[in-house]
């Protein structure tokens, strides 16, 4: 590639390899024979599955680690032969950025530019454009732990920025944000780049963004299969992606499910009620020997970055074999009709005077998907723990699987199963192990902790990393593990918090699929996301913002209340947003079910 404006590149990776030996002694070649260069003054996305290499490549820039093999210059400094000078010219923000949450905002921004010389004159002229362009000047002398998620990532970019780097180097830096919180970020990174002229390269498990930049590198196990505008990428599409509206008496979550299960198809996922789907070629007639499609009505859609990216994944030897297959448990959950398994009403939680939830109520059927959304503090978590016994409430009614949570939360725990936003594995112990531990704490034991064991061994198909420890596996995997863990015991209900952040489209695509195959054997599902996209996989959705729902009901209702431009179609992201600011701004104090009974 030519750099912009005849400059030289930012960044020159030539034949780049880089190993790392697991715990059983097995060798992973995390890169592969690299190459790739970033242009000055551009925004450079590198995505890729779990394991790709995209960390590995960001720290082997940032100087924090030395190929094995090849060459890798930033800047012109050969990285390996001068890491240190690398580091004084460039902005290095990782996925866990390291802010002091016993400091203020203010504090942690001088600690920064104390490390990096900052002299007072450069902060008194920098600080104020940095509190500007993150929107924390009001929150200057607030704690960085008392900061919600979107809010520490800006303090950290700030962090990053205090210096002017020449390059600014950003891991997943929107993982575990809202969707707000990662608009703004967004509009930060745009305003470097276009207004500062300053180069980015970032990686992403949010294939949108990859379609905002100027470059994409798409990585497979440590090889580049594909560099250059997303344009390209998105052109592989043209001419293989439509439009399924399922049939009657259908629902597009399973039309997508059965989709998945053909080999002519390439991926399918649920858009605003319909199914949108990628045949592995072209062909004249969209429905042609696909059984599943048989009476739904198609049309044309227009291809796009995630489009290509999936044919491209999916038709590469490693990553062309299907999707792991449904979870299929050995005793569905008793059905009991139509009944309410989870009834929520005017829930209340306080700490002190504050209020992290506040008067909430809905209801959940057996076998439902529900979701429930909001942005960073929006009272989900607290929420999500006093479902799962683990908090109690302040006032309010609380019944999960007919038992009153408030007199009886032991009991009600043997029923559901929980996944945490952090999961919560024992990072040192085998994936075995962890099992092990998982399935006492359930009071499995003798034969049936070995039967429990075995199938979720099969299910999940963890068996080939049986002795690897947790903390070292891909990030796909570390989420089936948490998942068999919290079905060990067979629960009627699952509680999923945020499960999905951070994964992989791949990895999302095969959670849901999991999910979807449960809800159908009659486990209910409660789960939170800042993927919207995965809200159309829910049966109903409740968005919460402020201890408060502002709006419920099943996704097609809550699109309604999206503002899109004209002659597009309302996306659960562009309605998640006109809720969430409408009630910010007053214009909704009071909660609403966008569809009938909540």
Request: with cysteine.
């Amino acid at each position: 590639m030519s750099a912009a404006g005849g400059n030289p590149p930012v960044l020159v990776g030539r034949d780049i390899r880089k190993t790392f030996r697991r715990h059983t002694g097995d060798v992973v070649k995390a890169l592969d024979a690299v190459s790739l260069e970033v242009g000055p003054g551009m925004l450079t996305a590198l995505v890729g599955p779990d394991g790709a290499g995209k960390t590995t490549l960001i720290r082997l820039a940032a100087g924090l680690m030395t190929a094995d093999t090849g060459e890798l210059k930033v800047l012109d400094i050969d990285v390996a032969a001068d890491p240190q000078q690398v580091q004084e010219r460039i902005g290095y923000m990782p996925q866990r950025f390291g802010l002091y949450e016993d400091l203020s905002v203010l504090e942690n921004l001088n600690l920064y530019a104390d490390m990096h010389g900052v002299t007072a004159a450069e902060r008194r002229e920098r600080y104020p454009r940095l509190m500007e362009m993150t929107a924390l000047g009001r929150f200057t002398d607030r704690l960085a732990g008392r900061l919600s998620g979107g809010m520490k990532q800006k303090l950290g970019l700030a962090c990053t920025l205090v210096r002017l780097p020449e390059l600014l180097l950003l891991d997943e830096p929107t993982v575990g944000v809202d969707p707000l919180s990662r608009r703004d970020l967004w509009k930060i990174i745009r305003q470097l780049v276009h207004d500062q002229g300053l180069t980015v390269l970032l990686s992403t498990s949010y294939l949108d963004e990859a379609e905002r930049c100027d470059r994409s590198v798409v990585l497979q196990e440590g090889r580049v299969l594909a560099q250059g505008p997303p344009a390209e990428l998105s052109r592989k599409a043209a001419g293989r992606t439509f439009l399924a509206e399922p049939p009657a008496g259908q629902t597009a979550r399973g039309l997508q499910a059965r989709l998945l299960d053909d080999p002519g198809i390439v991926d399918a996922v649920p858009e605003g009620g319909q199914v949108r789907f990628v045949r592995a070629a072209p062909e004249a007639d969209p429905v042609a020997s696909v059984g599943a499609l048989q009476g739904a009505a198609v049309v044309p859609a227009q291809p796009r970055f995630e489009d290509g990216f999936m044919i491209l994944l999916r038709g590469t030897a490693a990553a062309g074999q299907a999707l792991a297959g449904s979870t299929i448990l050995d005793r569905p959950p008793e059905r009991y009709g139509d009944e309410v398994v989870i009834e929520v009403r005017d829930l209340v939680r306080r700490f002190g005077s504050f209020a992290a939830v506040d008067h909430v109520s809905f209801e959940v059927r057996p076998g439902a998907i529900f979701g429930l959304l909001g942005p960073n503090g929006a009272g989900k978590t607290t929420t999500f723990r006093m479902l799962c016994g683990l908090l109690p409430a302040t006032s309010g009614t609380l019944r999960v699987a007919g038992v009153d949570l408030r007199q009886a939360r032991a009991s009600a725990r043997q029923r559901i199963g929980y996944v945490a936003q952090k999961f919560s594995l024992y990072g040192p112990l085998s994936v075995t192990e962890n099992l092990e531990f998982f399935a006492s704490a359930y009071g499995l034991h003798g034969g049936r902790r070995r039967d429990r064991i075995g199938w979720a061994m099969r299910q999940f198909e963890l068996a080939r990393f049986a002795r690897l420890p947790s903390e070292q596996l891909p990030g796909g995997y570390k989420q089936r593990l948490a998942m068999a863990a919290a079905l060990l015991h067979q629960p009627e209900i699952l509680f999923l918090d945020e499960p999905t952040s951070g994964a992989d489209p791949l990895a999302r695509r095969e959670f849901w699929r999991r999910i979807s195959a449960l809800a159908e054997q009659g486990v209910t599902a409660i789960i939170t996301t800042h993927f919207l996209e995965e809200a159309e996989y829910c049966d109903r959705v409740a968005i919460m913002d402020a201890g408060r729902v502002l709006a419920q009901g099943t996704p097609a209702e809550v699109r309604r209340r999206a503002r899109p431009e004209p002659g597009r179609s309302p996306t659960m992201e562009e309605a998640f947003i006109a809720i969430v600011e409408a009630a910010r701004h007053g214009e909704s104090p009071h909660a609403a079910s966008v569809g009938g009974d909540a």
